[in-house]
């Protein structure tokens, strides 16, 4: 596991141990383990200590006590850990030296419920995000690749034959032609009809919530599931709701605060 950094692991356990401060407990560092094309340890800082903070500035001197250039670590945490687990990644390549890969694209239909793939993320490893129960708000620069996200999330929801999906590009634009084979709704434009448009289409997805609702507690389910939704006599069937560019209908006149509620 340790081939990369051609030290032993006992050496390397002892080093990440030199950043406990003043007579605090030592912290504990997992076994370490390849994960894509670097080497990974978790060290559980002693009580009182950050991560986060340690994270944004020890980057050198943990490094240092490896005898590694200091572009080749990276120390970061994880919303899934403790506010104490640090998590140290010592790569093959530096970030600046590395392609960024490709993201693995599904070709077979995949149920709505699942989650996704989205993007990869600097170390190339995949991000996963899902469609159900779930909103995205997607911000950039122009030319960002704001579309090309957006592009993503409704192939994935087009995996899923149930899913009705709506999708407004709030500009004169041939990015979501694709879809239309397998968009419930496609309109392309900003003017006041379209905007009026989509106003109608929210308000009848909100004053649908109380039906399903309704519907979910006849069947003693919480929330829907893919049997629910397959059942076309109860009319669950998932909605996807894609805005480009809403700003755009946020601006408008006579519905842009409508739209916006």
């Known amino acids: 596991l340790l081939a990369v950094l051609h030290i032993p692991e006992t050496q390397l356990a002892a080093d990440l141990r030199s950043l406990r401060e003043g007579d605090q407990p030592r912290t504990r560092a997992s ?72 993201m693995p694209v599904p070709d077979v239909a995949s149920t709505f419920f699942d989650g996704f793939t989205i993007a990869v993320d600097r170390f190339g490893d995949p991000v996963h995000t899902r469609l159900f129960e779930h909103s ?81 507690r006849e069947h003693g389910a919480e929330k829907l599931t893919p049997a629910l939704a397959a059942n076309p006599a109860l009319d669950l069937r998932p909605a996807v709701v894609l805005v480009d560019e809403c700003h755009v209908g946020f601006q408008d006149e006579e519905h842009g605060a409508a739209i916006g509620i």
């Open 31 to 102: 076994r370490p383990r390849r994960v894509g094309d670097s080497t990974q340890v978790v060290v559980t800082l002693p009580v009182g200590m950050d991560a986060a903070k340690v994270a944004a500035t020890r980057a050198g001197s943990v490094a240092g006590s490896l005898d590694i250039p200091e572009d080749r670590v990276v120390l970061s945490t994880d919303r899934r850990r403790a506010a104490r687990d640090l998590v140290i990644r010592v790569l093959d390549i530096a970030l600046e030296d590395r392609d960024m890969g490709h």
């Open 136 to 216: 995205t708000l997607i911000l950039g620069a122009s030319g960002s690749g704001k579309s090309w996200v957006s592009r993503t999330y409704a192939a994935a929801a087009a995996l899923d034959p149930l899913v009705d999906m709506h999708v407004f590009a709030m500009k004169q634009t041939a990015d979501f032609d694709p879809l239309e084979p397998v968009a419930l709704t496609l309109r392309t434009g900003g003017s006041t009809s379209d905007a009026r448009a989509l106003r109608s289409l929210l308000e009848d997805l909100s004053a649908d919530i109380d039906r399903r609702g309704a519907v979910l």
